[in-house]
Structures are given as C-alpha cells and as structure tokens.
C-alpha cells in the first residue's frame, strides 16, 4: 500500500520507527525530494531495513499518515567509545519552515539515551547555515574535525558544483551545555553582537556585485576570540553570485583547518542583524581563553580510527 499524501498546511506531526516496507521506500522518495538527487542514488530500504533491526534506528516524521521527513542513524565506534552516527536526516521541502528537523533530532535524542548511549555524531556542510543554527546554536552540538571532499562529487541540488567539505559534529546527549540549549538558553541577540564584534575575524568578506558577500581573504587565527563567517543563505550565492562558490569552499575549509589546527574550539553560531543585512557566523575560542558569557565549555576527547 503506498502512502498517502497528506494536505500541505498540516501542522501536527507525530514520530514513531518506521518498520513497514512502503515506509522505508517513502524514506526514498524524502531524499529525492530534500535533497534534489539526481544520479545520486538514495539509501535503498533493504539497508534502511538492515539498519533498523540491527541496532540503528530509521525514525519518521508523519503529517498523518504522509511521511514528511525521516532521520537515519547507525552505531558507531571510535576504538574507545560506542555512540550513534546520525548519517541522514531529511524533511520534505513543503515541511522545511515547520520546525520538523529539529523534532526529528528530539526524538532520535530519546531513542538514543534509550539504548544506554550518551552521545551521537554526523557530518554537515559547513557552509550551510541553517544546518549550523540547529546543530550547533539551537542543539549545543560542537563540531571538531574538518574533512575534505568527504564524499567526493555528488550529483544533487544541494552538493551540485562544490566540493563536498564536512564538519565533524559531537553532541553529548545530556550534558550541561545541551540541556541548557534544549531549555532555550544561551546568548541573546544583543550578546551575540557584542561577541562578533569584540571578536577578529579568520575569513574576511566583502559584498560581491550581485550585493551578496563573498570572501576576501583568509588570516590565521591569534586572537583569544574570533569569529568565522560563512553564507547567510548558500541558495542565494548559487543563483547570483555562483562563481564565489569555490571561493567560499576554499577560504572556509583554510579557515577551519587552520583554527583547529591551533586548538580552537567551535562553541557557537550565531545570525547577527546588522547595518540592515543578516550574517552567519562560527564563533570559536583559543584553548587558553575562557568561555564568554552564555557559552559552556564542552571539551572533546581526541577522536580515534576516522578519516581525516
């Protein structure tokens, strides 16, 4: 039986496992669609399915009884520690501005303490801000491994003409700093201004033609705080300024290289409104400087046995 499509303006989700064949190939169809895949094959349902009764967990957000996003993920193991590897999570595009992500990671955070486990990892786009916002602002999530074209060339919308860079992402399910961020604490608007400017910049932009930032150039990190900026919507460089694309990619990547390689710590992310334009931004730390004010120290143990 296929599954029903369910009416747009639906507002009420409710999350369970999936365990049915036409829901793991519905799982199929939210890739296609999330992501633009082109040549790009989706996670077929046999591995979905092998997943599932082995220790993962394929969970499902559903408007009704219309799938309108999922999350899969995966043990994983570092050689010292056992954890869950969050590998996809994914939310049709008619569902994207109704918070449906953000409970998906919820529940795969109930899931996962249910198990015994403490922590889930996955990999994003660094250049993605909304990916950012929710995984490290809104979540408390810190990313702590830079990886270069980690999955080669990709063939969707959303990889489509770039090299596909990726954060490593930590998140210790119940530790002080996520429980105060899942509660709605950290920084106010006006702190998180104060900090982007009392702090130095490692990737400086400038506003290309289109009146769409690019970047200009790339400084080694010295200062006790400085601030990491990346597109406020990546769409919007695809469209009108495609050529800083590559530009972005590479003065990110050095950026981020270069500050972990100095022992900087990624400990927030930050939109900050100024002069009538919206900016995206990485805070990070020295290791010798303390926390600012509303961000929680969460130190990371050395990660074991992955790619660098």
Not at 214 to 233: G, N
């Amino acid at each position: 039986m296929a599954v029903s499509p369910a009416p747009k303006e639906s507002r009420e989700f409710h999350f369970r496992r999936l365990g049915k064949p036409e829901e793991f190939r519905a799982v199929e169809e939210v890739q296609r669609e999330a992501w633009g895949l082109g040549t790009e094959p989706p996670v077929p349902g046999a591995v979905q399915r092998a997943v599932q009764d082995n220790g993962g967990l394929v969970l499902g957000a559903f408007a009704d009884i219309y799938l309108a996003g999922f999350s899969l993920s995966f043990l994983g193991w570092d050689g010292s520690a056992l954890y869950h590897h969050s590998h996809l999570t994914g939310v049709r595009p008619e569902y994207q501005n109704h918070h449906v992500g953000l409970r998906l990671k919820l529940f795969q955070r109930e899931e996962v303490l249910r198990q015994g486990l403490s922590q889930i990892r996955w990999a994003f786009d660094p250049l993605q801000s909304r990916n950012a916002y929710l995984s490290v602002r809104r979540l408390g999530g810190i990313p702590d491994r830079y990886f270069v074209h980690y999955y080669g060339q990709l063939d969707s919308d959303v990889d489509r003409g770039t090299e596909s860079d990726r954060v490593r992402l930590v998140w210790d399910l119940a530790s002080p700093r996520t429980e105060s961020r899942l509660a709605g604490g950290g920084p106010s608007a006006a702190e998180d201004e104060a900090r982007w400017r009392d702090s130095v910049a490692v990737v400086e932009t400038t506003l290309g033609e289109s009146g769409i930032r690019v970047p200009a150039a790339v400084d080694e990190p010295t200062a006790p705080q400085v601030h990491l900026e990346i597109p406020f919507d990546l769409q919007l460089v695809r469209e009108h300024e495609p050529n800083s694309l590559r530009t972005w990619r590479h003065a990110t990547r050095d950026a981020f290289r270069a500050a972990f390689d100095a022992g900087y710590v990624v400990d927030d992310f930050a939109v900050v409104a100024a002069e009538h334009e919206r900016r995206s931004f990485y805070f990070l730390r020295a290791p010798s400087a303390g926390a600012p004010r509303g961000v929680e120290p969460s130190p990371i143990p050395a990660p074991k046995n992955l790619p660098g």
